[in-house]
């Protein structure tokens, strides 16, 4: 399996509206032959993305809804008509009580929707590791938005983050993110065990986000 690059668009003035399609675009023509690309576009604009490019797309999110009398929810059965079949939970930007995490994993494995769960601390890996999903995302929270990256600031936890998880859930694979910029950042990522990376303003507020994607993942 190709190591996951996963980008995350969040809200940024230079990746919302009309401008996600534009960026997701760009993201689409770079040459992919080491690693598997997706993007998480903020939620008004994955619709159109899922559905105007070959990139696989990720929910920013996803709620513990089924279809019915929820206002304002994002139910997985909607996401999966409109063709997106993954989804990023518990970002730290976006956090879920643990009690309604487990279920949306599960609800998420029911629906054959691929989980990232993101996590803040090896304690909170530990807790979510127990629920199975596909990838553990460790973000610590100070790094998020920076330039000094996890991979540089915090490689032994990376290490910790990954035992811990494949401790207790095997087959669930590791993501870093935080502070991620460069093709060191990815290279130390992996050395240290993980299974790709979470980026967000390294590529959304990039001069020319595929020069740059193309220098990273050369
Ligand atoms: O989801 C990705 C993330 O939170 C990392 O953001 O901007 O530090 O790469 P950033």
Known sequence: MKPLILINFK????????????????????????YQIAVAPSLLTIKEIAQKTNLTVFSQHTDLADLGAHTGRIPADELKAIGVKSTILN?????????????????????????????STISEIKKIAVFHPNYIAYE????????????????EIIVRAVEAVKYISPKTKVLCGAGIHSKEDLGHALLLGTEG?????????????????????I
Do not use: Q, W
Request: proline content about 4%.
């Open 11 to 34: 809200t940024y003035k230079e990746s919302y509206g009309n401008k996600a399609l534009e960026l997701a675009k760009k993201i689409a023509k770079v040459k992919k032959n080491k």
């Open 91 to 119: 970002h730290s930007e976006r956090k879920i009580p643990l009690k309604f995490l487990k279920e949306i994993v599960e609800l998420c494995k029911n629906k054959k929707i691929v989980t990232v769960v993101c996590a």
């Open 140 to 155: 610590p929270k100070e790094f998020i938005g920076g330039n000094i990256s996890v991979t540089e600031a915090k490689p």
């Open 197 to 217: 990376v979470l980026i967000g303003h390294a590529v959304s507020k990039a001069k020319d986000p595929k020069k740059f994607l193309e220098e990273m993942l």
